[in-house]
């Protein structure tokens, strides 16, 4: 590797180590694959709302409180970052994930019976 690639990289993950610490996120680990060289990095996002409300600068800014956080099609995209959703409140978005769980669940149980029934 050439001195200009390696001062590139560095350049890079200083850029990269800068934008996630405003954004609140952990740094998990940082793995380089033996083989091929190729490395990554995976971050853990904040699991409240503190470090957002005690950053120094709104710098990424976070997401209008009017934006549904459980939002994932046929929205218009926005930048910002999403608060961490601690309320239980039931959205639209949370129905339709608690009927689709009980609709496996209840899948499984009628497999569970009609192997008992093939059994006897």
Known sequence: MGCLHITFLSFIYAA???LTKSMCWDLVVIKTDTLNGVGAAIYRKPTSNDCYNNRPQNEPPLC???????????????????????????????????????NV?????NMEKSELIKAM
């Open 64 to 102: 209008k409180e009017s934006d549904d956080p459980n939002a994932a099609w046929y929205f218009h995209l926005s930048h910002g970052i999403r608060i961490t959703f601690c309320s239980s409140t039931i959205t639209p978005s949370r129905v339709f994930i608690i009927a689709w769980v009980e």
């Open 16 to 18: 990269m180590s800068k």
């Open 105 to 109: 669940y209840k899948l499984k149980l």
